[in-house]
């Protein structure tokens, strides 16, 4: 199942999250092999020494709203980087998307990649509350904004991944765009599937569970 695992952001964001709930997940994470850990940004710098570069640690900016200033989630970043974090997935003022305040997102966008440098940007554009030429428009400021990844949802909206966004960003983002696809992911075939449709990143809580499970029992 490594085509999975290495696809796989393991993620914790539950609000009752422990250190000893991230301790595990990165125990996992370690087992597994999988792309990286996503956690709380307070949890970033404990799990950064503990994981010891072995896989990297992502965390969330802006999470799970949006609507913070573009200048908190500036800070937001540049702490969780200084912290440790190599990945960082940041939420769009999704207010804005529905206004059509599309250059606003994109200027976000760019502020918050030039902050990171090199590290890798991934943006959640929370496509449940989204038209589908509102999600076709941030295709296309996210690859403008020279983000690394165009991600479906934070787990935390109306609902999460779903086949034909994934198929919509494909068409839409440019070919330098990664496809991230996030929340409902709970099954290998959910993971086979979306994987098929072009998602080169998951946001799961739960796959690793279900492999672990499947290589101990034999299904």
């Not at 503990?50 to 913070?68: A, D, M, R, S």
């Not at 999704?94 to 030039?114: H, N, P, R, W, Y």
């Not at 999460?160 to 409902?184: C, F, H, P, Q």
Request: aromatic residues 6%; glycine residues 6%.
């Amino acid at each position: 199942m490594k085509h999975i695992t290495e696809k796989v952001d393991h993620t914790l964001l539950k609000p009752v999250a422990t250190w000893e709930d991230i301790k595990k997940i990165c125990d996992e994470a370690k087992e597994m092999k999988v792309a990286s850990v996503c956690i709380p940004p307070s949890f970033v710098k404990q799990a950064s020494e503990y994981l010891q570069n072995e896989i990297p640690v992502c965390t969330v900016i802006g999470f799970p709203l949006g609507y913070n200033t573009t200048k908190i989630k500036v800070e937001e970043a540049k702490d969780a980087i200084e912290n440790g974090a190599k990945e960082i997935d940041m939420v769009i003022n999704i207010g804005d998307a529905k206004a059509g305040l599309f250059d606003k997102i994109e200027d976000e966008i760019k502020q918050i990649k030039k902050s990171i440098g090199n590290h890798i940007l991934k943006v959640i554009i929370e496509t449940c509350y989204l038209t589908e030429d509102e999600k076709i428009s941030l295709c296309k400021v996210v690859s403008n904004a020279k983000a690394d990844f165009i991600k479906t949802s934070t787990g935390f909206g109306t609902n999460g991944a779903t086949l034909e966004d994934i198929k919509l960003m494909k068409e839409n983002v440019s070919k330098d765009v990664a496809i991230k696809a996030a929340g409902g992911i709970r099954t290998i075939g959910d993971a086979e599937n979306f994987i098929k449709e072009g998602a080169t990143r998951l946001g799961t809580s739960s796959i690793c569970q279900v492999l672990k499970n499947q290589q101990v029992t034999g299904y």
